[in-house]
């Protein structure tokens, strides 16, 4: 029986548990952790993208003010190098090779960045005044930093012993029916976009802390993260090579992560190394600049798409050359993002044939991983972007050619001919909801409204489709504690999206306890053994998942005990409002009293692991209106309507920040971010100065409604919706832009960011 109270139970707006305790100022993330004893560490990075080099002398450093240790590479030999975890299948049937990132250079860098030595001091300024006198020669290379350059193959080799700047190819679908399907094709559509290298930017910067106890020989560290069973285990295996259980992780509160705070980082054994040297605890935070330069960035490819079109206007085939970036090094899940864009790039059609190649380069700048979708959003760009320009070429409405196209609910389940399984979907269904919901058929009366004003409007729409949710479980302990309040132990991390809350409404369902009484523990190792951590929008589908059966394991558990208590059977009983009640009776047991009344500790704890096959599909439409200043080109987005596809909502309220942060992070990349290298591996735009963050001026109110169909591949039949918003809105946002354009100078392309220099340029250059 569910008798929790209803706005506390799943699909309630319940309010954020989190956020008092951070309002009042009672945070406590990495940096402001203080442990007795701590010292701080700094890191010596290279000014130059490429070049070798020679450590001439530490000894001032070493015997700066307040110092206590200089390391360099020597000195740290026995240290493995910051791993690739990843591998991707070459055509041919073999796998890459890796160029890993040392946790210090030995005696070349690779990107402006590099780290080469470590400075540990009293203070944070005292280290810093330190680091300046360690004394390098530089001697400087060209670099390659130009992903146009590298995939031509004119470009200097950032690693001469592999002869290429190629990290791997790889293909998905066959080329020979592809090629058959073009060549009798009644219309071929062809773009060439640029997906832009972004920085994440989250609120609070990296931050670590290594301590060493030598009578265990085991180390701790505290850093913010997505997850400590991960960071654990590529530190301990790769780096420092030892047993797991030697290493403890902890994470305390974490300022934002969107995929770049899950990897594994060369600050981490450093500060790890030096606390076992010092035998005192030692911090590094990263400053903003720093975050710039050492931070994995995001995006950053070059896609060439054709669509092959019958009669009908429906899409045979597609054909797609993919070139990614992958920095200097190859960052911890790298390899694997490109190749997620190949399997969902046919995105909400049903296109018979697919042949897609990717290649992956080398290049002297920061290593590139997953950001905030990864790799999905750079599907969703480009098939959005090639369906929006097919139609504009056969003089199709952009609706209607989308309908021809879309897999039918009929059809489901249905295969990609990216290899994913699709469960259910109504496409039609909300594309049409966002329709009406910005009164599209209303849009030439605005946009006449607006050109009278001496504006360019232009609507644009994208249909996405995301994976996410992958197969896979998470486990969830559950423990009612002797003050009757349930503590959950679970190893997804939360960076600000809500966790407490979510799990809590889980629990709330199926056991009738106060909301404010559940506990969440996340960001231990020591609490559990395994943990998954946060990412691929995983955390509720398949966390809730398994919090909701442990919850049902004991609410059980906790009626059988009440039984015993007041002699009632256990389908008598019901939990509610802090007690066991037996059911038309004023006969009840505090929870405190079922915990006292345990005769066992395994009484009081559930467990489950809930084993999801295959992920999960969110899906929708997100629909742009923007107006375009021509004298100035400044785009302005005036609307902004979104129907989504999340299957079960557990909290409409957390849905609603993740979809207006995820549109957010879209727009900043379609109209504000980009990460510039010089041509001698400079980045241009290395603090806020330079590079530009999307503001709340930039944005207008968003109009977000759901057409939830239920998953059937999750046990609660809930979609992931960390990264959705981020997928959908990029393609609208630029479609917007493109329509605009087209509409006033039929120009046909603009790549991101649409910035107010780019568009000025682009309609006077089209007028001339």
Known sequence: MNMATPKFG?????????????????????????????????????????????????????????????????????????????????????????????????????HVGDAVAFVVADTQSLAEDAAELVEIDWDMDEANTSLPLAASGDAVLVWPELGTNIVYEHQTGDPAPVAAAFATAAHVTEITIVNNRLVSNYMETRAAIGQWDRETGSFTL?????????????????????????????????????????????????????????????????????????????????????????????????RIRMDANMGAYLSQYAPLIPTSAAIMVTGVYDIPLLDMRIRAFYTNTTP?????????????????????????????????????????????????????LYDVGEFDGHMTAAMALADWSGFDARSAEAKARGRLRGIGMSTYIEACAFAGSEPAKLQLNEDGTITLFIGTQTNGQGHATAYSQFIADKIGIDFDRIVVRQGDTADLARGGGT??????????????????????????????????????????????????????????????????????????????????????????????????????????????????????????????????????????????????????????????????????FFKFETRNVPSTTNALGIKGAG?????????AVMNAVVDALYRANGVTGIDMPATPQKVWQVLNGAST
């Open 723 to 731: 990264e959705a918003a981020t997928i959908g809105a990029c393609p």
């Open 368 to 420: 590139v991983d997953a950001y905030r979708g990864a790799g999905r959003p750079e599907a969703a760009y480009v098939i959005e972007r090639l369906v929006e320009a097919a139609a504009r070429e056969l003089e199709i409405p952009r609706e209607e050619f989308r309908r021809r196209n879309f897999i039918r609910p009929e059809q489901f389940p249905y295969r990609t001919q990216g290899g994913r």
């Open 222 to 318: 505290t850093s913010g993260s997505q997850g400590v069973h991960g960071l654990r285990h590529s530190i301990a295996r790769h780096i420092l090579r030892i047993d797991p259980e030697k290493l403890r992780v902890i994470t305390p509160d974490v300022g934002g992560g969107f995929g770049t705070k899950a990897f594994t980082y060369r600050e981490y054994p450093l500060v790890l190394e030096a606390a076992r040297r010092l035998e005192r605890p030692v911090k590094w935070v990263a400053s903003r600049n720093e975050h710039f330069l050492a931070d994995s960035h995001g995006r950053d490819s070059i896609v060439r798409a054709a669509a092959a079109i019958d009669a009908g206007g429906r899409m045979t085939a597609l």
């Open 10 to 110: 799943v699909g309630a707006s319940a309010l954020r548990k989190e956020d008092l305790p951070l309002l009042r100022g009672e945070g406590a993330y990495t940096s402001d952790i203080v442990k007795d004893g701590e010292l701080r560490g700094v890191v010596v990075r290279s000014p130059h993208a490429s070049a070798s080099f020679r450590i001439v002398s530490i000894q001032a450093a070493q015997e700066a003010p307040g110092v206590h240790l200089v390391l360099t590479a020597k000195d740290i030999e026995h240290l493995g190098d910051v791993p690739c975890l990843m591998r991707v299948t070459q055509p041919d049937g073999t796998e890459h090779e890796v160029r890993n990132a040392p946790v210090l250079c030995r005696d070349r860098v690779r």
């Open 535 to 700: 990412g691929g929008s995983r955390s509720i589908p398949l966390g809730g998942v398994s919090v909701a059966s442990a919850s049902e394991g004991l609410s059980e558990k906790m009626k059988r005990i009440a039984g015993d208590e007041l002699e009632a059977a256990v389908e008598d009983i019901e939990l509610v409002a802090g007690e066991a009640r037996v059911v038309g009776t004023d006969q009840s047991l505090s929870f405190e009293r079922i915990a006292k009344a345990a005769k066992a500790a395994d009484d009081l704890v559930a467990i489950a692991d809930v084993e999801q096959d295959e992920a999960t599909y969110p899906n929708g439409t997100h629909i742009v209106e923007v107006e375009i200043d021509p004298e100035t080109g400044i785009v302005e987005i005036v609307n902004y309507q979104a129907v989504d596809d999340f299957g079960v909502t557990v909290n409409p309220v957390l849905l609603l920040g993740q979809v207006h942060g995820g549109i957010v992070q879209g727009i900043g990349q379609c109209l504000n971010e980009e990460a510039v290298y010089s041509e001698d591996g400079q980045l241009l735009t290395a603090s806020f100065m330079d590079y530009c963050m999307p503001r709340a001026a930039d944005t207008p």
